[in-house]
Structure formats: structure tokens, C-alpha cells
């Protein structure tokens, strides 16, 4: 019996012995795969594949079309495509080369379509996003379904609420118009802040709160250990209903390419400091008393996309805090106006989206519980012309869009009422020079139009562009995008002054940089 143990025994730890090293060389031959694999896929810091960075928009002294694209042989990303929206390109040297540049339904990028892997949007607005369904409509034509499109919860609200009528306008042939719509939907991706993620199996990406408008944000590209950082739209940090810059998150990066906006590089707002522009915020909201009190109606041309918003909340704000008296009532007329503003009511409601919002300043009970009473929508129709003295009567303020639009209910309302005594304009937008509501203030003699546009901006002046450089743990060299050439000139100047060792790059369309 003994015999037999000692046998059993020795059969046990001989196969013991070759399970142990079958199981080894397994691990082995699985490290060796591994190893190469994550060599080659994941860890970018020993890659050495060059990147070619192509400047599609917003460059050569342009503010809108924001759009870059980086490619290799293999495959390719874009961040951004704007489209153009006034005619100051018509001024750029590369216009009068090749026009085609700056087509709002065409899309230009030779052999890279067929190998996009990624699309990244920093936010809603159209100079960074109009473009998307005909970059869309190129990929399903060429068969390319192997591509995502990257944005943030609020960004994919505000898009989806507006994207059939995109879609409906636009000049996509009508049989394919459904279709683009659900590939759009299908291939958008939902990005969380301060979280990493992959656009391709060599570049990681990772969103930084910017406080331009709900769900915009910088991002930074990790490529060949390079970190490339696109600042998007930068926020002024004072916009009442929004959450301020991440600057914490910012100071962890040593950056090696800057890729910042310079949209207002050339203006140094009258506020510096929290304590300043509330005093400027309370010189509006005491206005609008003032006019209420006076019996002027008061018609506030505003971009349907927060800024609409923005003012609303504003004038509520002050009611909540006794500041605008409670006996006044506010249209907000527009199709757009409307449909955005039920989006952000939406987005208040839902704690998934209240990282982008100052829900201690404003909330959706705030702003809910004077829906019907103090603020409500109405349409202003050329089809109403004869009867919009019976359809403005009841309001005190009309908040619509920034009449640049051919059937704004702005314009509509402005032509009616231009010459009125009894109406006042308040402006809070950028409007292009040309436009009717420009015009109002170059020519109009009336003494109660007044200009807020300031206060209200949602970009960032020259000194918080600054501040937002100096937030950064390093910097090694700043591209100046999306400005005028005033605009890029004067923070390029500033810039020298500021930071001693920072390399300084104006792109212009078409330019390359080879990022190794």
C-alpha cells in the first residue's frame, strides 16, 4: 500500500511539474504578444510614427471655419469643422487661390476621408461644428464607417435639438437627408471630463472644462509624448450660469503645442476682476428697470445659442435677488430661440449635465417657476407684420435672435419698430458690420439703445487668454488660431511680453506642422 502511495505520488508531481511548466511557457509566449501589442498600440510614449498638423480654418486672420485636421499614412483625425459665416474671408490672399476653401457644403481633404478614425468637437457653435453633416455625407459616399465623432453630454444636446433643421436646409440631396441624420446619431461618442480615452490606437485624448458655453471644452491630444492642446473657445470665467475653467485640471500639462483662440486677443474688457463686472451686470439689470419703468419695450437681439439663455437667466437672476422688479414680462421669440432654450431647461433638470452648470447661481427651479408668469415664447411671423403691435403688447422685453438670420424674427421686429420712440435696443452680440442690428447703432439717433455686448461675451479678453497660458504647467510654442490679424497680432505682442521662452506660430491655410 505504501508502494502504491509513493507511486501515486511521484505521477502527481511529475504532472504537477509539467502543468507548471506547460503553464509557464504559455506566459511567456502571451508576454512576449503582449508586450509587442501594447507596445505598438498603447503606449505612445515609444512610438515614432510623424503626425502632419494642416490648418483648414480659422487661420490667416480668419475668426470662423475652425477646423484642423492631423494625419499619417494610415489614418487621420479632425478637430473641428466650422463653417464660415461672414465674408471677411472674401479679403484672404488663399481665398482668391482656391475658394473652395472657405465652401460651407464642400469638403476638401483629399485621401484622408477614406482613413478618418476620430472627429473631435469642442462645442456647439457653428463656426466649430456646421460643417459636420457634409463631412458626414463625404464619409458615407466614399464607404467610410470606421470613424467616431467626439463631443460632450450638453454638445450633443444642443446639436440634436437643432440638427433636422440643419439636416432639412441644408443642401444634402432630400433622399439622403434621413440617412445622414442617423449616421450622424449612430457614430457620435459622449466624452466625460477628466477622463482619458482613445481616438486611435496612437493618440489619447483627454477634455478640460473651457466655460465658453455648456459642454465646450479644451482638449488635449497626447501624441509621439507630445501634448498638443486645443484651448477651443475660451470662457471670460464670469458668464453667470456657467461653471469657471478648470484651472486646476490645466496646471497638471507641460504642453508643446498651444493651438489658442485669439477671437478678442485685441480687447481688454473694462472688468478685471468678479467684483467689477458684477457692478457691470448690475448697471444692465438696473436698465432694464429703468426702461420697464419708463413704459420702452425693449428688444434684445441675442444668438439663439446661450446667449439667448444667458440674458434670460441674467434678467431672473435679478428677480430672484430683488434686484428687477417682478412685475415685467419677457418673450423669447425664434424658432431656434425657443427650441434651445426648452434644451437647456432639459439639461438644468438632469444632474448627468450639471458639471458644465453654476447651478448655485441658477437653476432649473429658478427658472421654471416663472415660466408662464414672468417669461414665456412667442413667434414674431412676417405673415404678423399688421398685427405685431397686439402681439408685443403684453411683453416688456423680447429676447429673439441677432437678426442676421433672412427670416429673424429680430429683423422682423427691428423694421417694424426701428424709428418707435417707445422701443428700445439693447445690444448683447457680436453682430457682423453690415448687419441690421450694426447699423442700428452706427445710424440710430434713438437716446435709449444702449450696448452690453461686453458684459455678455463668451469669449475670453487678451488678459484671460493670458491667464489661461500662464495656468499651464509649461508651454513650448503658442499657435494663434481663430482671430483677426489685429486680434492675433496684439496677443502675439503680448505674449512676447508676457513669457520669455515661448515659440510663437500664425498659421494660414493649408500650412503643415510635423509633429515627430
Not at 375 to 380: C, E, I, L, T, V
Request: aromatic share 14%; hydrophobic share 40%.
Amino acid at each position: 500500500m505504501f508502494s502504491f502511495i509513493k507511486n501515486k505520488s511521484n505521477v502527481n508531481n511529475f504532472n504537477f511539474f509539467r502543468y507548471l511548466f506547460l503553464v509557464l511557457f504559455v506566459l511567456f509566449i502571451v508576454s512576449l504578444f503582449s508586450k509587442n501589442f501594447f507596445i505598438e498600440s498603447r503606449d505612445i510614449n515609444k512610438l515614432s510614427v510623424s503626425y502632419n498638423l494642416y490648418f483648414y480654418g480659422a487661420v490667416g486672420g480668419i475668426v470662423d471655419g475652425s477646423c484642423y485636421l492631423l494625419s499619417t499614412k494610415n489614418e487621420s483625425i479632425i478637430v473641428d469643422i466650422g463653417s464660415f459665416f461672414s465674408n471677411e474671408y472674401e479679403k484672404n490672399s488663399d481665398y482668391k487661390i482656391n475658394n473652395n476653401l472657405f465652401n460651407n457644403y464642400e469638403i476638401n481633404f483629399d485621401d484622408n476621408l477614406m482613413k478618418l478614425k476620430a472627429i473631435l468637437i469642442t462645442h456647439v457653435h457653428d463656426d466649430h461644428i456646421g460643417k459636420l453633416h457634409y463631412l458626414v455625407y463625404e464619409l458615407y459616399n466614399i464607404g467610410n464607417k470606421n470613424y467616431k465623432i467626439y463631443m460632450t453630454l450638453p454638445t450633443y444636446k444642443i446639436y440634436i435639438t437643432k440638427l433636422k433643421d440643419i439636416i432639412n436646409y441644408s443642401k444634402i440631396p432630400k433622399k439622403f437627408k434621413k440617412t445622414i441624420y442617423n449616421e450622424i446619431i449612430q457614430h457620435i461618442k459622449i466624452i466625460k471630463l477628466k477622463e482619458y480615452f482613445y481616438l486611435t490606437d496612437n493618440i489619447s485624448a483627454y477634455p478640460i472644462l473651457n466655460s465658453h458655453i455648456p459642454g465646450s471644452i479644451s482638449i488635449l491630444l497626447k501624441i509621439n509624448n507630445k501634448n498638443i492642446l486645443f484651448s477651443g473657445d475660451v470662457g471670460n470665467n464670469f458668464i453667470i450660469h456657467l461653471n469657471p475653467i478648470d484651472y486646476n485640471n490645466l496646471n497638471r500639462f507641460d504642453v508643446d503645442y498651444l493651438l489658442i483662440e485669439s477671437t478678442y486677443g485685441d480687447k481688454n474688457f473694462s472688468y478685471i476682476n468678479q467684483n467689477e463686472y458684477n457692478k457691470k451686470l448690475l448697471d444692465f439689470l438696473n436698465y432694464i428697470n429703468y426702461l420697464v419703468r419708463i413704459k420702452k419695450k425693449i428688444i434684445i437681439p441675442a444668438f439663439a445659442i446661450d446667449r439667448t439663455q444667458k440674458i434670460l437667466f441674467t434678467i431672473l437672476y435679478g428677480i430672484e435677488n430683488n434686484i428687477v422688479h417682478k412685475d415685467l414680462k419677457i418673450a423669447i421669440g425664434g424658432k431656434s430661440s425657443r427650441d434651445i432654450t426648452i434644451a437647456y431647461l432639459e439639461m438644468l433638470k438632469n444632474p448627468d449635465y450639471t458639471v458644465f452648470f453654476n447651478v448655485n447661481k441658477i437653476n432649473f427651479n429658478i427658472v421654471n417657476k416663472y415660466k408662464g408668469i414672468i417669461w414665456d415664447f412667442q413667434r414674431f411671423k412676417e405673415s404678423d407684420f399688421d398685427v405685431l403691435d397686439f402681439k408685443t403688447k403684453d411683453y416688456d422685453i423680447i429676447i429673439t435672435p441677432s437678426a442676421s438670420g433672412g427670416s429673424s424674427d429680430s429683423k422682423i421686429l427691428l423694421r417694424k419698430y426701428l424709428y418707435n420712440p417707445n422701443f428700445a435696443v439693447i445690444k448683447v452680440s457680436w453682430a457682423p458690420p453690415d448687419s441690421l442690428v450694426s447699423n442700428i447703432f452706427k445710424n440710430s439717433n434713438n437716446i435709449y439703445n444702449r450696448n452690453y455686448s461686453e458684459i455678455f461675451s463668451s469669449h475670453a479678453d487678451s488678459n484671460y487668454l493670458l491667464r489661461y497660458i500662464q495656468n499651464l504647467k509649461s508651454v513650448k510654442t503658442v499657435i494663434i488660431t481663430h482671430g483677426s490679424n489685429e486680434a492675433r497680432n496684439c496677443l502675439e505682442r503680448k505674449i512676447k511680453q508676457t513669457f520669455k521662452n515661448i515659440k510663437i506660430l500664425k498659421p494660414n491655410y493649408l500650412d503643415k506642422l510635423t509633429i515627430k
